[in-house]
């Protein structure tokens, strides 16, 4: 398609920007970090989302390249926010299963983490839990380099998949990330309430600590920090901003 071919050209036209999103503390809702977001300021079509073009990045291999400039403009960035005196603070950057077992992952992170100052223990990257089910035994050994370069990892829209908790243990995971699809409907629906509750309490179990997603209103808010829920991110709390609005944000604090 047309869009694909201009996707091998967004990287070198520059129209690619990274955006981000606060992620907060349950118990007092400071700013613990953000997570990054790729937006595409498409020429003639406008912003596209990511949900329609990593996909086609991803059947190109591109992605591999896109999501290494990704990296980099949030480890940068995160460095220039420490620079500037912001209290502890860690980039969560999501990569796709393509990125992790096709490219030379960790030699990447440690060359990133290297050439923008940033601490190990400031950046965190997201798996969905779909993608770490597509060779286990490669991501496995993937996440386990990692993990001894000191950068966190989160299992992302969790829920959506099929694994149980337990096979979750296998992966050397610190975060888990409860989609947002049941922290939607926490107020009117109890399965969702009774979902997210055993999520919470297997996840405590197998020693990861919880973010809820897409947390809205302050009931899903609540609901989430009364039941033992470490993080929230979601639009209470604010939508995905571009980097200098995002600094507004660190400012107001
Ligand atoms: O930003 P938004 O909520 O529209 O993101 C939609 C989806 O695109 C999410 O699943 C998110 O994880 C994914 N996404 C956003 N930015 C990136 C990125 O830099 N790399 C990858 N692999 N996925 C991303
Ligand atoms: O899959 P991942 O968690 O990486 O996706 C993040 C996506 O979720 C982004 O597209 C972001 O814009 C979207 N998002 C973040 N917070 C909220 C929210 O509170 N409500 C909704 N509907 N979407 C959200
Ligand atoms: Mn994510
Ligand atoms: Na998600």
């Known amino acids: 398609s047309e869009l694909e071919s201009d996707l091998r050209n967004a990287l070198v036209n520059a129209e690619f920007e990274v955006y981000y999103q606060p992620k907060v503390s349950a118990t007092d809702r400071t700013i613990i970090g953000a997570e990054a977001l790729l937006r595409w300021h498409h020429p003639v079509r406008g912003m596209i989302a990511p949900t329609e073009f990593i996909p086609l990045a991803?059947?190109?291999?591109?992605?591999?390249?896109?999501?290494?400039?990704?990296?980099?403009q949030a480890c940068q960035q995160a460095q220039i926010?420490?620079?500037?005196?912001?209290?502890?603070?860690?980039?969560?950057?999501?990569?796709?299963?393509?990125?992790?077992?096709?490219?030379?992952?960790?030699?990447?992170?440690?060359?990133?983490?290297?050439?923008?100052?940033?601490?190990?223990?400031?950046?965190?990257?997201?798996?969905?839990?779909?993608?770490?089910?597509?060779?286990?035994?490669?991501?496995?050994?993937?996440?386990?380099?990692?993990?001894?370069?000191?950068?966190?990892i989160a299992v992302d829209d969790f829920g959506t998949g099929y694994s149980s908790l337990n096979y979750l243990n296998m992966f050397p995971v610190d975060y888990l990330k409860i989609d947002r699809t049941f922290v939607k409907d926490l107020g009117t629906s109890s399965d969702s309430k009774d979902i997210t509750l055993s999520i919470i309490n297997m996840a405590h179990r197998l020693h990861l600590q919880v973010v809820a997603e897409g947390v809205?209103?302050?009931?899903?808010?609540?609901?989430?920090?009364?039941?033992?829920?470490?993080?929230?991110?979601?639009?209470?709390?604010?939508?995905?901003?571009?980097?200098?609005?995002?600094?507004?944000?660190?400012?107001?604090?």
């Open 58 to 72: 991803e059947k190109q291999g591109i992605i591999v390249e896109i999501g290494a400039w990704v990296l980099r």
């Open 81 to 152: 926010w420490h620079d500037a005196g912001y209290p502890f603070f860690q980039i969560a950057v999501n990569v796709s299963a393509v990125q992790l077992t096709e490219s030379d992952f960790s030699a990447v992170l440690s060359k990133t983490l290297d050439e923008t100052g940033l601490n190990a223990q400031s950046l965190e990257i997201e798996v969905t839990e779909t993608s770490l089910m597509t060779d286990v035994e490669l991501t496995i050994s993937i996440l386990e380099q990692i993990k001894m370069i000191g950068v966190g």
């Open 216 to 253: 809205e209103t302050e009931v899903q808010a609540t609901f989430m920090q009364e039941n033992a829920c470490e993080y929230l991110q979601g639009y209470l709390f604010g939508k995905p901003v571009p980097a200098d609005e995002f600094t507004v944000l660190l400012s107001h604090k």
